[in-house]
């Protein structure tokens, strides 16, 4: 966040910056220090001690306003921006998100954004630096952040409700994202979740199932895709569904593939995995994931078109898909609830689930979804990472001999700078 350099016998600290080559880099943008990614050449020529130029780019500031109504994930906040961001063309500009929608989203969240300006050839997504990244740092460092507040306020770098200038404007209202699902093809189809009724064309009955209803239900849990508060909203809603006696059906397949192990544990820390599992979600692999054997006969005497839900789009070339005509990639919560329904074809957002259960009754605010993202304290991390050179497989090598192992770059073991810089470690 800060460094500190010694000028002529004075003690100045800095805002640090951050640059690399891949688009990971820009990330570190959500936390408010400045990452910019730069070609590999670039890079290369910095850690020998060259300078690196730009030449100060554009800058949109995004006011960010409103909070998610009901039904809503941050997928659905991620895509709207998408398709704001590809209209605006903000190539090689610098997109910053400021004022008051800020304050309910999590540093986790705004890591999407920056990584969504990016996907959109934008030159980074910044947001400065809030009471919610002091919190996050004291909450995953286990320090105490105070000097970092106090240097940005002073320098007038943390956020504030001060008027903003820009080179251009834009104003994302949170309030107006709707819900979308999106029906996976080979050009894929983005639909509002309460137009779905209105793109089914078939309604045909087996003995066991019929069109439009649900086979498959899938909660992807990778490392790309994924965020931690997507999962705790989804934990939560199943909590609530468990506490009133909602179940699914058990014509439905539910599976949790699990290639985050880290996530994995975020959940089992917070005690919420447990109410995926009551509910009938099975962890899995991806080679491991079948349909009901009755129901894939029914499907294929009746040539139905089912339907398979997932929260990510990795999976839909399984070998089971050929049997669900229709698949739908849906944030992971509403996975659960039209899994509870058990069929795509009614209106979530206006119709009952079960009776006089609606989706209302069981979709967790950002509040609750945040509160829960505020107990992953120090310790989670600390325990997360204390063993992680550990392990059968994993030898310990220097920075050092890598480095003489690969033949791309050892023009740098020649010189001897990074002999000189790493020669503590």
């Known amino acids: 966040m800060i460094c500190l350099k010694n000028i002529d016998g004075i003690d100045i600290l800095c805002p640090e910056v951050i640059i690399g080559t891949d688009s990971h880099t820009t990330m570190i943008n959500s936390l408010g220090m400045l990452g910019l990614s730069f070609g590999r050449i670039d890079l290369q020529s910095a850690l020998l001690g060259s300078s690196l130029y730009l030449d100060f780019p554009r800058v949109v500031g995004i006011n960010v306003k409103g909070s998610l109504s009901q039904g809503t994930s941050f997928n659905d906040v991620s895509l709207s921006l998408k398709n704001i ?3 605006r063309k903000i190539e090689g500009k610098i997109v910053e998100f400021y004022r008051d929608g800020l304050k309910d989203i999590s540093l986790e969240d705004r890591t999407v954004l920056s ?3 990016i996907k959109c050839k934008g030159l980074c997504g910044f947001f400065s630096v809030d009471d919610n990244t002091i919190a996050f ?3 995953t460092r286990g320090v105490d952040a105070s000097l970092i507040k106090t240097y940005y306020e002073i320098q007038g770098l943390y956020s504030s409700e001060k008027i903003m200038e820009y080179d251009e404007y834009l104003e994302f209202n949170l309030s107006f994202v709707k819900a979308l699902a999106i029906l996976l093809k080979t050009v894929s189809l983005e639909v509002f979740i309460n137009e779905i009724p209105n793109k089914l064309k078939t309604f045909k009955k087996g003995n066991f199932t019929q069109d439009n209803n649900i086979v498959l239900s899938i909660i992807d849990i ?3 895709t994924t965020n931690p508060s997507l999962l705790i909203q989804a934990c939560l809603l199943a909590k609530k569904a468990c506490a ?3 179940s699914i059906n058990k014509n439905i397949s539910k599976y949790i593939l699990v290639e985050s192990l880290v996530l994995k544990h975020f959940l089992q820390k917070l005690d919420l995995l ?5 509910l009938g979600f099975n962890v899995t692999i991806k080679e491991e994931i079948v349909l009901n054997e009755s129901i894939s006969l029914d499907i294929e005497k009746f040539n139905l078109n089912v339907s398979s839900l997932c929260s990510s789009d990795k999976n839909i070339e399984n070998k089971i898909c050929g ?3 229709s698949n739908w990639m849906l944030s992971p919560a509403l996975v659960i609830a039209y899994s509870l329904k058990g069929s795509v074809n009614f209106d979530i957002t206006k ?4 009776q006089d259960i609606y989706l209302s009754d069981i979709w967790p605010s950002m509040n609750e979804v945040n509160e829960y993202l505020e107990k992953l304290g120090f310790s989670t991390y600390q325990d997360l990472y204390e063993n992680i050179y550990l392990g059968e497989d994993y030898k310990v090598v220097t920075v050092l001999s890598k480095l003489e192992d690969n033949m791309e770059i050892e023009y740098y073991k020649s010189g001897g700078i990074l002999e000189y810089l790493l020669k503590d470690i």
């Open 137 to 139: 740092i004291e909450q």
């Open 244 to 246: 009133i006696g909602l």
């Open 222 to 224: 990778c490392s790309n």
């Open 115 to 117: 990584n969504l300006v």
């Open 351 to 354: 119709e009952n689930i079960v």
């Open 323 to 325: 049997l669900t005509k």
């Open 274 to 278: 447990k109410y995926l599992e009551q």
């Open 85 to 87: 961001l590809k209209l």
